[in-house]
């Protein structure tokens, strides 16, 4: 044990799963939100008409860079960054190469929606991000244009190609599949993923906030059903190691493309969850579903907090963390929190 009660390991200092919840679980994933704003407006996502956050009220690159020391400093092993947008944020690069350098972190990784990669993706490689999810829900430039509102599929197409030239570890795409939208692209986009030996997510539409176009009971589609119809024309075998997670992993024989579904919604997920987020606000939120949340912005600017400070705020937030999330269950009050203000 060191002063502040923090148990250490012997070998090298650093401490061993400090961050234990009330449940047992160990938490050693953040993510971490750089900003609130996008260049698009998906559908799930955002509303059309949309404020973001007031430039004070956003944690600086240097308040993102501690927040994310302490927690390395604390066990966390792999941070993914996202938004919002990771890449419209002005600077990120500065930032995103002085993560690549934090000691103990093992994997950094992004989620964007590719429409800069075709500039960004040498870079971050180089500043050390080791995977990448990039969002693509449509290969149809018109129905494209109409779920992300503002969005052009060939800057994502370029940004894929770019990303595949710079062997990062994997790459992923993450697609949210909604009934009227894109339900009839589960084989495109499938085929699409397996031609470059890219993996792909299919992920459910989760209710955070109210999504302006549609009611989101009406548009969800199950990942059960998505299963049946890769399955129907592939077979799907499912991997055996699974991440801890939202995740499920299968693969088609003789293929590399892993094929995920992230399934909050009809699988519960929360016995083996082992991530917080920090909003860009500098609220760490302990569950996605739910509003347990410790305000880091105010250990640091408030209470003229530092590192040490920090560390013990995230520690002490450890006992919030709820056992589980309550998507669609009656009677309880759903978050009114948008994807983007979340932290993807
Ligand atoms: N802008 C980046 C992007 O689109 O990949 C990163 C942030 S975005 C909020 C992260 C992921 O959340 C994307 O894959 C997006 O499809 C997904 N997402 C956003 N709103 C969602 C919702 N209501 N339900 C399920 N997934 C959602
Ligand atoms: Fe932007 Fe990503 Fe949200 Fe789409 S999902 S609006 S790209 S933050």
């Known amino acids: 044990m060191n002063d502040s009660g923090i148990a250490l390991t012997d070998q090298n200092v650093r401490p061993a799963k400090v961050l ?36 004070a009220q956003v944690l600086t690159l240097e308040e993102l860079h501690l927040i994310a020391q302490a927690f390395t400093e604390l066990g966390v092993r792999k941070i993914r960054l996202t938004g919002g947008e990771p890449m419209v944020r002005n600077n990120v690069m500065s930032l995103i190469e002085c993560l690549g350098q934090l000691p103990g972190l093992k994997e950094l990784l992004l989620t964007t929606n590719g429409a800069q990669l075709d500039k960004y993706a040498g870079p971050l490689r180089q500043a050390g991000v080791n995977r990448i999810n990039i969002s693509l829900d449509s290969l149809d430039a018109e129905r494209f244009r109409r779920i992300s509102r503002t969005g052009r599929l060939e800057h994502v197409l370029a940004g894929v190609e770019a990303a595949r030239r710079q062997n990062f570890d994997r790459i992923r795409i993450n697609a949210v599949l909604m009934k009227g939208y894109n339900d009839d692209e589960v084989l495109p986009l499938t085929e699409y993923a397996l031609a470059r030996d890219l993996d792909i997510a299919f992920i459910e539409e989760m209710p955070l906030g109210n999504a302006s176009d549609h009611d989101r009971e009406n548009t969800v589609c199950s990942n059960e059903w998505v299963r049946s119809v890769i399955t129907e024309k592939y077979g799907l075998a ?33 016995g083996d969850c082992n991530r917080v987020r920090v909003t ?36 002490g937030a450890m006992s919030l963390k709820p056992e589980r999330h309550f998507f669609y ?7 009114v929190r948008l994807m983007n203000m979340t932290g993807g």
């Open 280 to 315: 860009v606000e500098g609220r760490l939120l302990l569950c996605l579903g739910n509003e347990h949340s410790v305000d880091l912005r105010a250990v640091l600017r408030e209470q003229n907090g530092g590192i040490e400070e920090l560390k013990q705020a995230i520690i």
């Open 238 to 270: 499912p991997i055996g190691d699974r991440t801890a997670g939202p995740s499920r992993y299968y693969q088609i024989p003789g293929r590399r493309s892993r094929i995920g579904f992230i399934s909050p919604v009809s699988h519960n997920f929360c």
């Open 20 to 55: 234990i919840d009330s449940f047992g679980r160990h938490v050693d994933y953040i993510r971490l939100s750089v900003t609130d704003r996008c260049d698009f407006r998906c559908v799930y996502c955002m509303t059309e008409e949309m404020t973001f956050l007031p430039r």
């Open 329 to 335: 269950e009656k009677d309880h009050v759903q978050p």
